[in-house]
């Protein structure tokens, strides 16, 4: 299959609609018609149902659009390393604005010191942006945390388990209990949990206040108007009007620094070794 034709179906299979795919691939839509039967003549499968009420997948057409979706994020990922191996011998690092502050610069400095070492380019992003950062060639590392990252596919060492803090306002009556437990959170009436975005940018319903960064999260809780569980790591950001309330029956947050499994960067190795030395 050529990248062309995958482009094509993708397109199709999420618009579930060929005008409007068309419009999206900057192309006439009898030519993308044709280059969709050629590639079901050639897979020897029908990948979409047509009717009078539209398009819908095949089972087929499932399983390629998971696939052809992944395939053409690692050909866009190869572009962009093969650019910046050209172009610069420092590694991109990607990590989640405001976490594990303590332990990246700690690794940047165990890097930093080490001989042979370059230089890091360190990426914030928002909320669940660096997995697809690393997985589309934006970065060559990254740090994500376990549960709420996925893992699959990526190489990774586990770097720092730990629990979790309700984070409320520092004079709220919460603020001096010695700890917490999840069933007491789902029931506080005043300080309705924050809601963060899903992968698709859509929010969960609930009373609590959208949030899209740490820095919009924490001012919401100190102004008494949102509440949030967080990372015991999260300690390093109670000034201001904060305190933090261990929960017990949290799960636990695993820090991980993880890369492609393909990698064969010196740099990126070296990076991994000096947080596995941490």
Known sequence: ?????MRYFVAVAEELHFGRAAQRLGIAQPPLSRAIRQLERRLGAPLL?????????????TVLLREGRAALDAVEAAERRTRRAAQTA???LVTKAGASSELLAKLLDAYAAEPGSVPVDVVLCGVGEQEQHLRDGRADVALLHLPFDST???DFDELHTEGQLLLVPSGHPLSTEPHMRLADIAALPDLPMAR???????????PGPEVRDNTQLLQL???????AVLPESARAHLGGGLAGVPVLDAPKVTTVIAW???????????????AARL
């Open 221 to 227: 809780i100190a102004l008494g108007r949102a509440s």
């Open 90 to 92: 420092g590694v991109v």
């Open 260 to 274: 492609p499994p393909h990698s064969r960067s010196r740099a990126v190795a070296g990076l991994v070794q000096a």
């Open 152 to 154: 699959s596919g990526l």
């Open 49 to 61: 149902e047509r009717n009078s009420r539209g398009v819908a997948l095949t089972e087929a057409g």
């Open 196 to 206: 963060w975005p899903a992968r698709d940018g859509t929010y969960p319903d609930g």
């Open 1 to 5: 299959m050529e990248t062309r034709e």
